[in-house]
């Protein structure tokens, strides 16, 4: 009898499964954004992740094994907006973290919007909003698709990394570092929904830091990384060295307060305790319609720039990471059912190695000193072009020339682009020059160039756009960063998993503009507005 019962319930375990792989639409859709994170992390850590983390999307959902971002630069604001728009900077208008405007004669932040203000944070804290996004999203295109009726949620650690994912029509929580809780702006609520208060008032942030940081294992078995205390890694304000184990109740008043918790794993942690906070809160996945749930782990980047990709912080914030998720799905199967959700995996870019490493090695790599190279670049534009200004700003390896004084000075713009592209070249550290007019009268199909111009916006870029040697950064000593279209900087992991997607591998070439249209050809919606990527056919056939 025993055994007839348990044929029974397996049974209709095994048809309540298909069901939901077969229903016409998924309860909630899972956007993860894992913040600089290396498609090749999926395989140096696998043999220490758990079955149900990261190895359950690589073995059970479809992995794209070659996907890349297709365009330059690679940082988190155009990172996150590529994903969710399905096409790159060029298009979107996200073209970096912050950048020139000329007619004000500042830089602005990617998210920032001063007609807003906080909601249930910091003032300084709640400027922020999608609006500066020219795109739609995939999260907004789910929205239209049901009259507006689904529910979409960003959840992060950095605004951006919230706002960006959640598109013009969902709602977006990140973290505020004055109170230790999740925060937002008028442009989405006029208060905090009670549920988000009720999450803050656990004060989760100080319980998080109110423990040291200990590696997860045995600190020999650390094996993937280099030695513990070593002059690469950048060490937290108050400590000389870089070595286990992290006193982060201690360290906290000098590094930032509760600010700290990014620069551990347990802002993942937080973050996960958020993302399953807003599921409960808002009902995700209860009601007729599909929702979306946009999640992106900051704190992989804060440790991955501290202490760079070959270090055991960097190992051990991956392995907390995967037991995170494991929990994460464990959970996303008791309220939907296995196969009830759709997750996609990815990352806003991935990060170089650390320049003082390489050396170390005796790999070729160097550190560009933009100081430097400044001061020589006026001294050229005085002695070519006179005395004046010639030169607004530098930044995100841009040049914007003065064009007013040019023009008033009867110089032609193209021509002195041209020439301050061919004086740039002369630096160490400095492989490619690219003008202005370069991008906007060329069309290019392949190489660097061709990843410049997809990142090129018409009306905000700068005129001169320069391209590092491999492994150079800019101005660096210890730690790391990234912002280049070398391989090292573009390989990420692309993984879907869940409703409707069959377990499998693809080398083929694909890039992270893919997934929105994937996302919609899933779901049976329109693609986002402005979309260049196509649907990965190995997913949606």
């Not at 782990?297 to 037991?323: A, K």
């Not at 996303?332 to 090695?361: C, R």
């Not at 190489?447 to 870029?461: E, P, T, V």
Request: net charge negative.
């Amino acid at each position: 009898m025993k055994k007839i019962f348990l044929a029974s319930l397996i049974l209709l375990a095994s048809l309540s499964t298909s069901i939901a792989q077969n229903s016409n639409k998924p309860k909630l859709v899972v956007g993860i954004v894992v913040d600089q994170m290396r498609y090749e992390y999926l395989h140096k850590f696998h043999d220490r992740y758990t079955e149900g983390g990261f190895k359950r999307l690589m073995h059970e959902g479809f992995m794209m094994k070659n996907g890349h971002y297709n365009y330059i630069p690679t940082y988190t604001g155009p990172g996150h907006s590529s994903v969710y728009t399905g096409t790159t900077p060029a298009t979107h208008g996200i073209i970096s973290n912050n950048w020139y405007v000329r007619k004000l004669g500042k830089s602005i932040y990617c998210a920032g919007d001063s007609t807003v203000t906080a909601v249930g944070g910091a003032e300084k804290n709640g400027n922020v909003s999608p609006r500066n996004l020219l795109t739609t999203t995939i999260t907004d295109e789910l929205k239209f698709s049901t009259n507006q009726r689904s529910k979409v949620v960003g959840v992060a650690i950095k605004d951006r990394g919230a706002a960006l994912p959640a598109g013009h029509l969902g709602d977006a929580y990140w973290y505020d570092k004055e109170t230790g809780g999740f925060m937002t702006s008028t442009y989405y609520k006029e208060e905090l929904p009670d549920w988000v208060k009720k999450f803050n008032n656990k004060k989760l942030a100080q319980k998080y830091l109110s423990k040291p940081w200990k590696p997860l294992y045995n600190i020999k078995t650390y094996i993937q990384s280099v030695e513990d205390n070593n002059d690469f890694e950048s060490p937290f304000i108050g400590r000389e060295t870089t070595d286990f184990p992290y006193d982060l109740k201690e360290l906290m008043e000098d590094n930032d307060g509760l600010g700290m918790i990014a620069s551990t794993p347990f802002g993942n942690d937080l973050t996960l305790d958020m993302a399953m906070a807003a599921i409960e809160g808002e009902k995700l996945g209860k009601g007729d319609d599909t929702d979306f749930l946009a999640v992106s782990f900051s704190s992989t980047d804060y440790v991955g720039h501290r202490f760079g990709p070959t270090s055991i912080e960097l190992e051990d914030t991956y392995l907390r990471l995967d037991q995170g998720l494991e929990k994460f799905f464990d959970y996303l199967d008791k309220e939907y059912g296995k196969g009830g959700y759709l997750v996609f995996l990815t990352a806003d870019h991935a990060v170089a190695e650390v320049v003082n490493y390489m050396k170390s090695i005796e790999v070729p790599t160097g550190s560009f000193d933009t100081r430097f190279a400044l001061t020589q670049l006026k001294g050229f534009t005085r002695e070519h072009y006179g005395e004046g200004n010639w030169i607004l700003n530098t930044s995100n390896e841009q040049i914007f020339l003065n064009r007013e004084l040019l023009e008033e000075k009867g110089f032609e713009l193209s021509k002195v682009q041209r020439e301050i592209a061919d004086f740039m070249l002369k630096f160490d550290g400095i492989k490619e020059a690219y003008t202005a007019a370069d991008m906007k009268s060329n069309e290019y199909t392949e190489g660097r160039k061709h990843l410049l111009q997809m990142g090129f916006n018409h009306k905000a870029s700068g005129d001169v756009l320069l391209v590092m040697e491999p492994a150079w950064l800019t101005n660096s000593s210890r730690g790391t960063t990234h912002g280049t279209g070398y391989i090292y900087d573009t390989h990420v992991p692309i993984l879907f998993y869940g409703w409707n997607v069959e377990a499998g591998t693809s080398t083929r070439y694909c890039t992270i503009t893919d997934i929105a249209p994937t996302v919609s050809m899933l779901l049976n919606i329109r693609i986002p507005n402005g979309a260049s990527g196509q649907p990965i056919q190995e997913i949606t056939k």
